[in-house]
């Protein structure tokens, strides 16, 4: 079992940055990649950023250029800075611990809105 929570989540304006960090708790050294993914209202959810085990990152075409994923070994944390935020960015976001392709484990979510 692994246990996630986000945070960091928030209002900010437009052209503004957030950093999102995901907080990992239980059977981590199970996990091959961890990802962050947004789901706006009435979109479905769609992958913004995953980072492997061996620090390979991969990036929606989206946010490419303006978001890094990373991670702290140590302290079980997954981040994702999104910097020159847009409107269209306003979503709630997840983080995502992948085991393998059938078993995954989500946190609840964290809100970001853009204001224009």
């Known amino acids: 079992q692994v246990q996630l929570v986000e945070s960091g989540g928030g209002l900010v304006q437009a052209g503004g940055s957030r950093r999102l960090s995901c907080t990992a708790a239980g059977t981590i050294r199970s996990i091959n990649h961890w990802a962050w993914y947004r789901q706006a209202p009435e979109r479905q959810r769609e992958l913004v950023a995953k980072i492997y085990v061996n620090g390979v990152t991969e990036y929606a075409d989206s946010v490419k250029g303006r978001c890094t994923i990373s991670k702290e070994n140590v302290k079980n944390m997954v981040y994702l800075q999104i910097n020159h935020l847009k409107p269209e960015d306003t979503a709630v976001y997840y983080c995502?611990?992948?085991?393998?392709?059938?078993?995954?484990?989500w946190g609840q979510g964290t809100q970001v809105t853009v204001s224009s």
């Open positions: 995502l611990g992948q085991i393998s392709a059938s078993l995954g484990y």
